[in-house]
């Protein structure tokens, strides 16, 4: 259980901060890198997730290295562009 206490951290706090809860998904996949987790949420909760200027996305990739280094692990954080999202796909560089 001590290994996904990441996973349900992050769980928890994004939940608590977006306004559908119900649309949160995290993947966790572990490497030689070390932990990464996948967040995926409702595509009007994005701008809750990353904040003005990514601060709270900032802050919530703080929150996890700590939770990582009591577990001796170096958790990293995807925030994934939801379907439908205000982006333009990337396209190769020219």
């Known amino acids: ?26 993947e966790r996949k572990v490497d030689e890198r070390g932990v990464l987790l ?12 990353v904040g003005r200027q990514g601060t709270t996305a900032k802050a919530i990739r703080i929150l996890l290295r700590i939770v990582g280094m009591k577990n001796n692990a170096r958790v990293n954080l995807k925030i ?11 396209g190769p560089e020219v």
């Open 80 to 90: 994934e562009e939801p379907e439908g999202g205000l982006r333009a796909p990337r």
């Open 1 to 26: 259980m001590a290994e996904m206490s990441d996973q349900n951290f992050l769980e928890y706090l994004v939940k608590s901060i977006v306004d559908h809860p119900d649309d949160v998904k995290v």
């Open 38 to 49: 996948s967040l995926r949420v409702h595509s009007q909760d994005m701008g809750q997730v």
